[in-house]
């Protein structure tokens, strides 16, 4: 039996208060619509239909990469309501699976209970304990335990509000039972819409089972409505993201103080010291050391390499034995090359470092090709724009460019040339010379400091 999965996600969202959709909102480096699919495709669905509302056309710009199909509703009258928009995209004999767009941190495990219950003949409905049930649909049960309806908040009379079980609004079925019940289903309620949870009373009437499947924890059923809830998810999927790399032997110095926005590879004996972020994707070879409030997005990061604090790594390539900051800036497209060094106050921009050289402290190196065993000074800038366009620096293997030297491009310093501090150079330098680019130094015997007026 083929899996179809439902995702309702037209809600407004007023309470983020954002110009977002509340889909379209950030969670751990993905939206979390995004998550939600992730979850859904996870359970190799044959079909995901996204029902979408409010900010449509904004909701689908943002996730046309995504593998779903669309359907709008147009006017929203409820749950029950949005899922029937997307019934004619679904096969009778598949199983559908409805899941919720704001609520992005289930995990593909306890939906794969769900849709088990369900392929038995049963309406699986997935259910959680909570410290506080305010604004919760109620689970209510019989004396035997079976699940005989869910109250929404709303409706709730003073003796069901105590109920600590809730409905997450999460379910599965047939699909021909799931189309022949919201048929039934009425708007008759205090806010005359309808409801997706009147399913369960209709299946119990037709002596189907229902099966209220209890997650395992209420963190991974939270619904996200407002920035405050957006932290809390944020704060539970980071605890559950830093549990799994320990497990599988990332060291990581303070769990809390730990974001992986993306997805992380890394080798044995890697440890990630506090208040680190990794973005995209980031790869990280064996015994790998992150300092301190460092910032890592799509970097792939050789074996035995050092990052020391406060640097800042975008979509770069470091090789084995480097040493990176502190406080060293790697922009997009550079290349380090085995037991190089980017140190202190150090920006390197679309450049390529050979094999050991260095550019130890202030430093800017843009655009530039650096052969192997450099070493560049202090004060060492790549003058790469014109104010047109960008132009290249070739620096030859084993050439010295002396601190505060200014490197006009387009320009070539030959292989072991040395270039004196404080230089200008516009010219290509030759190889194995001493280069130099002053003016002369004067002395002015009668001159005097001025004087301030009293």
Sequence with gaps: MALSVVILAAGQGKRMHSDLPKVSQPL????????????ATALAAAKVVVVYGHGGEAVRARHEHLPVSWTLQAEQ?????????????LDDKDLALVLYGDVPLVQPATLKRLTDSAAQGHLAVLTAKV???????????????????IVEEKDTSAADRWIDEVNTGLMACSVKQLKGWLAR???????KEYYLTDVVALAVADGVAVDGVLAEHHDEVRGINDKQQLAQAEKALRKRIANGLMLAGLTLRDPRRFDLRGSLEFGRDCVVDVNCVMEGKVKL??????????????????????????????GARVGVRVRIGPFARVRPETELGDESHVGNFVEVKKSRFGKGSKANHLAYVGDAEVGEKVNIGAGVITCNYDGAEKHKTVIGDGAF?????TLVAPVSIGAGAY????????????????????????????????????
Excluded: F
Aim: hydrophobic share 35%; with cysteine.
């Design 28 to 39: 751990g480096g993905a939206t979390l619509l995004e998550h939600v699919v992730g979850s």
């Design 77 to 89: 009258l409820g749950t029950g309501h949005a899922v029937m928009q997307a019934l004619p995209q």
């Design 131 to 149: 410290p506080d049930p305010q604004g919760y649909g109620r689970m209510l049960r019989d004396a035997a335990g079976r699940v005989t309806r």
């Design 185 to 191: 289903v009425s708007n008759k309620n205090a806010q």
């Design 285 to 314: 070879g064996q015994r790998v050391k992150i300092g301190a409030n460092t910032s890592i997005r799509d970097c792939e990061i050789g074996d035995d390499t050092e990052i020391l604090a406060n640097s800042v790594l975008d």
């Design 401 to 405: 460019i002396g601190s505060d030297t």
């Design 419 to 454: 270039i004196g501090a404080g230089s200008t150079i516009s010219k290509d330098a030759p190889v194995g010379q001493l280069t130099l680019a002053r003016s002369k130094q004067t002395t002015l015997p009668a001159w005097k400091p001025p004087v301030k007026k009293k």
